[in-house]
């Protein structure tokens, strides 16, 4: 097994051969003008507001605003709709289906897994430490020309916690495939985030998210930070006008308001401490896990007797329960001052035998 030789080796055959789509707003670039190229409706919308026209499909405005943000170049940036968009189209791009294969870190997103399948992609699955950690060695020793995609998740969900870098960094040394890191936490996280080293390997994925710490779940705003090289093949092979025109502007909009995350994470972190105080009195509580997110992983007597009990009170946490290495565990996202306060109420009423 021997590190990575490059993107070329990489891509798929017909990807590589693609010739993409090209739109409208591809061909013509200027502003203004009378646009008579792309079959919208000249005279207006059916809404309050102008969405007759097509959004720009390379969302130039956006990207120069996160590149400012990051520190990074605009064609180190593709835009999805969802990191969930981002993370099919690496499997579209590098993932021939039925041969190729990919390496997620069991208990991580499940959309890894799912995106895999859809695309007929196997997954090799290598269980975490007990820690929680990457097991470095098992990954390499399970890797090959035909282990394209490796998911690191960090922090990861559902366990919290954050991947100890070093291991992060042996991977990326090692690992023949394209390296993703899902970094959709990292605002919770004292962590850095591994974009500082993007100019360092051409091999490094870094995901995030707006649905997060931004407060923008329902707009759909997902990143992908790469070698420019690597975001050439995924603006290659994205529906051209993937962001739609509210996203974008709303998007732009929340990038001008980053005091106002910093302010919300503080709460998050603050309500955070605050739970994971009161959770760890219960006698029915066996541990809280760290995490270096916006949600803790408990470990429980009986996880599906409060689960079922909390369903009673109108409160939904997540039972991962019966998720390797996460056995005996609800996972509960941390929720406003008033819903903690109700929770926790709640919990108070819960039979502990
Ligand atoms: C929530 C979450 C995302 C976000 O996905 P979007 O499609 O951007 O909403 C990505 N990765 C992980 C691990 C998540 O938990």
Redesign the pocket.
Known sequence: MSGFKGIDNLIRENIRNLKPYSSARDEYKGTGGILLDANENPIGSTVDGAYNRYPDPRQRNLKQKFAKLNKVLPANIFIGN???EAIDLLFRAFCNPGKDKAVILPPT?GMYKVSASINDVETIEVQLTASFQPDVENILAKANTKTKLLFL?SPN?PTGNAFAEERMQTLLNNFPGIVVV?E?YIDFSEKPSMLRWLDHYPNLVV?Q?M??AWGL?GL?L?LAYANASIIEILNKIKPPYNINSITQKLGLEALGQIDLKKRMVTEILREKSKLEDQIRQFSFVQKVFPSDTNYLLVKLDDPLGLYEFLIKENIVVRDRSRVVLCEGCLRFTVGNPDENEQLITSMNRYPST
């Open positions: 969802g990191s969930d997103y998740c969900n899902d959709a995901l998210t649905s997060k779940a759909r997902g």
